[in-house]
C-alpha cells in the first residue's frame, strides 16, 4: 500500500475528474427533481425508458457520496501529518459547508417556509443532527438531507481513518452495513412511519456508498494510480471496460429503487473508477469541471429555482397547448433550472463558500501557529506540532 505516487502528484492531475464526477452528479440530481416539477409532479413521458433514467437521476446523491468518501480518504492520505488531524478535518468540513447551507436555510424560511418543517426541527439540521430521526430528517433546508447525512459520516470518520486503511479492512464494515441497511433500517423505518425517507435518506441506508467510495479509492491508489505500473494506454483500455460495464449494469438496473442503494452505488463505482483512471473528454471537460465546482451551492439552490420556473411553464401551458407537452415540460423545467441556477451558484461560490473555506483556513492557521508555538513547558511538545497552511 506505499507504492502510491507523491501527494502533491495524486492531486494535481486527479482533482478534475473528481470535480467531473460532481458535476454529473448535480445534473443527474436536477434530471429527476425536473420530473418531480412536472404536471401533476409525474410527467406521463414517452418512451417509458426515458421516464426511468428521469427518475434514475436519484442516483446522483449516491454518486456525490461515492466521490465524497473517495475525496476525504485522499486528503486524508496527504495529511496524514497534520498535528491535529480529527480537529482540523472537523474544522475544515464546518467552514466549508455550513455558511451556505445557513444560507439555504433562510432562503427556506423566506421563500419556501412548509418545506422546512417545525423551528426546532429546523435547528437540529443547523447542527448537523436530523440525520438521526425519521421525524427530522427532511427538516430544514430544502434538500439539506443530504447534507446531514454526509456530516453524519463526517463524524465516524475520524475511526475510519484508524481502522479502514485497506479494501480487506473495509469489507467487514462493508458487508455490516449493508446487511443493517438491507435488513435492519426497513423494520425502523416502518415503526417511525417514514419508510421512504428512511430507506433512501438516511445514514444507516447511505453508509455502504460511503464505504464503497472509501474501496475505490483504495483500489486506485494500489492498481490504477502507479505509474510504474500503468501507462496511458493501459488506463485508457482498463477505463474503456470499466466504462462499458457502467453503462450495460445501469441500464439493466433500471428502473431505480430505495432498496437498491448498495447494489446501484456498486455499479456507480465503476464510473468512479473509470473517471479516475482515465479522463474522457466527453465527461471530464470544462463543463462538468465548474459544475462541479459549484455543485454545493448548485444543489441547494435549485430547489427554489425549479418551482418559479415550474409555475412559469404552468402559465404558459394554460396560454399554448404546445407548452403543454410532456416532453416540453420536462425539458423546459431541466434546462431552465440549470440556466438560471448556475449564475447563483457561480455567485455563491465566490462570495460564500470562498470566504468560508478562507475563514476556516485561517482558523486552522492559527490554531497551528499556536500549537507550534514554545510554551512553558517544551518537553510536552510532540515532533508533530508543526504548523500547516494547507486547508
Known amino acids: 500500500m506505499n507504492d502510491h505516487p507523491p501527494a502533491q502528484q495524486t492531486i494535481k492531475w486527479h482533482l478534475g475528474q473528481l470535480d467531473a464526477l460532481r458535476g454529473i452528479a448535480i445534473l443527474n440530481v436536477m434530471l429527476v427533481h425536473a420530473v418531480y416539477w412536472g404536471p401533476d409532479h409525474i410527467l406521463p413521458l414517452r418512451p417509458a425508458l426515458l421516464l426511468m433514467v428521469a427518475f434514475a437521476g436519484q442516483r446522483g446523491v449516491q454518486l456525490f457520496f461515492l466521490v465524497s468518501a473517495f475525496t476525504l480518504y485522499m486528503s486524508h492520505s496527504n495529511r496524514r501529518h497534520e498535528a491535529r488531524p480529527t480537529l482540523i478535518f472537523i474544522l475544515r468540513r464546518f467552514f466549508r459547508i455550513t455558511p451556505m447551507l445557513y444560507v439555504s436555510v433562510a432562503l427556506t424560511y423566506w421563500l419556501w417556509p412548509q418545506a422546512m418543517g417545525t423551528m426546532p426541527h429546523a435547528l437540529l439540521s443547523m447542527v448537523y443532527l436530523s440525520d438521526f430521526s425519521p421525524s427530522t430528517i427532511t427538516s430544514g433546508a430544502a434538500g439539506a438531507w443530504s447534507v446531514a ?11 475510519l481513518f484508524r481502522w479502514v486503511r485497506t479494501p480487506i479492512q473495509a469489507l467487514a464494515p462493508l458487508c455490516l452495513c449493508t446487511a443493517f441497511a438491507y435488513f435492519i433500517a426497513p423494520r425502523i423505518a416502518n415503526h417511525a412511519g417514514a419508510e421512504g425517507f428512511w430507506l433512501y435518506q438516511s445514514l444507516p441506508a447511505n453508509y455502504p456508498t460511503f464505504l464503497l467510495g472509501a474501496c475505490g479509492f483504495f483500489v486506485w491508489r494500489k492498481w490504477l494510480a502507479p505509474s510504474d505500473r500503468l501507462d496511458a494506454e493501459d488506463r485508457r483500455s482498463i477505463s474503456a471496460c ?19 442503494l448498495t447494489s446501484e452505488s456498486l455499479i456507480l463505482l465503476l464510473l468512479v473508477l473509470a473517471l479516475v483512471a482515465y479522463p474522457w473528454r466527453l465527461l471530464v471537460n470544462p463543463v462538468t469541471v465548474l459544475l462541479g465546482k459549484v455543485s454545493f451551492s448548485l444543489y441547494l439552490l435549485h430547489f427554489y429555482v425549479a418551482r418559479y420556473v415550474e409555475r412559469f411553464l404552468l402559465v404558459e401551458a394554460a396560454r399554448h397547448t404546445w407548452a403543454g407537452s410532456a416532453k416540453f415540460q420536462f425539458c423546459a423545467e431541466y434546462l431552465l ?44 511538545l510532540s515532533t508533530r506540532d508543526t504548523p500547516d497552511s494547507q486547508f
Open 337 to 380: 433550472t440549470l440556466l438560471l441556477t448556475l449564475p447563483l451558484a457561480l455567485a455563491a461560490w465566490q462570495w460564500i463558500e470562498k470566504p468560508g473555506i478562507r475563514l476556516g483556513r485561517s482558523v486552522i492557521q492559527k490554531l497551528e501557529h499556536q500549537r507550534a508555538a514554545p510554551d512553558r513547558f517544551p518537553a510536552l
Open 242 to 260: 470499466l466504462l462499458a460495464a457502467f453503462g450495460v449494469l445501469y441500464i439493466y438496473a433500471l428502473p431505480f429503487s430505495i432498496n437498491k
Open 149 to 159: 447525512t454526509e456530516a453524519a459520516f463526517y463524524m465516524t470518520l475520524p475511526l
